[in-house]
């Protein structure tokens, strides 16, 4: 499978020659070639991937700093890419980024290779708090703008911490997509996690008025 067309381009400055899309694709296959094989990620080296890739090790280095920023790069290829939001309102925003969240949830699933290389990524320190760099944290800050500004224009609450809301906003899906691997990922979950949530985040339009007490 090519990985390297689907993969979000980096930040920053390109290091040493500029980008062959050709031998990135190589080494990102050769990557997971190697895990079909049922290489573990302990197991790979910088020097088995570019044998594999058919390349220099120096060809890699050039491109990756070490094999924890290359694992990043071959599970991002691997996963669904971001979606792009419609910006039209919080919560069609909202069921966008859970939506996404959802196909990451069947791709999992679906892919025994992506299953067990986020299963085995989360046992190596260094490749997990990499990942959570660069993938996770700008997620959730994606996230975390979508529910900041709901709350600046009136359609959210603007008294709960943003932290705390995108934190309700995903778990849903978190928790059957991770904590419950055979709980249903269906059509439509996201819309139906958003709207219900909503009802109770939208400001009070107007105070509730209690019913005076019955006079006998």
Do not use: C
Not at 25 to 52: N, Y
Not at 175 to 191: I, M, N, Q, W
Request: glycine residues 6%; without cysteine.
């Amino acid at each position: 499978m090519s990985l390297a067309d689907s993969r979000p381009r980096q930040d920053g400055p390109t290091r040493g020659r500029p980008r062959s899309e050709a031998v990135e694709r190589a080494i990102l296959d050769g990557v997971m070639r190697l895990l079909e094989e049922g290489v573990s990620l302990a197991e790979l080296s910088i020097e088995r991937i570019a044998r594999t890739a058919g390349v220099g090790k120096a060809t890699i280095y050039r491109r990756w700093s070490g094999k924890e920023e290359l694992f990043v790069d071959v599970l991002r290829a691997a996963e669904p890419p971001d979606p792009e939001l419609p910006g039209t309102s919080a919560r069609d925003d909202l069921v966008v980024l859970l939506e996404a969240l959802r196909r990451r949830g069947l791709a999992d699933r679906s892919s025994a290779i992506l299953h067990n290389v986020r299963t085995q990524m989360k046992s190596s320190p260094k490749i997990w708090a990499a990942y959570h760099k660069t993938v996770v944290a700008p997620r959730r800050r994606v996230g975390l703008e979508v529910l900041r500004r709901g709350q600046e224009n009136g359609e959210l609450r603007p008294d709960i911490d943003p932290e705390l809301l995108y934190d309700m906003v995903v778990g849903p899906l978190l928790v059957r997509a991770v904590l419950h691997p055979d709980a249903d990922l269906p059509d439509g979950l996201a819309e139906q996690i958003v709207d219900t949530l909503l009802q109770g985040l939208r400001p009070v339009s107007s105070p509730v008025v209690s019913s005076p007490p019955h006079q006998p």
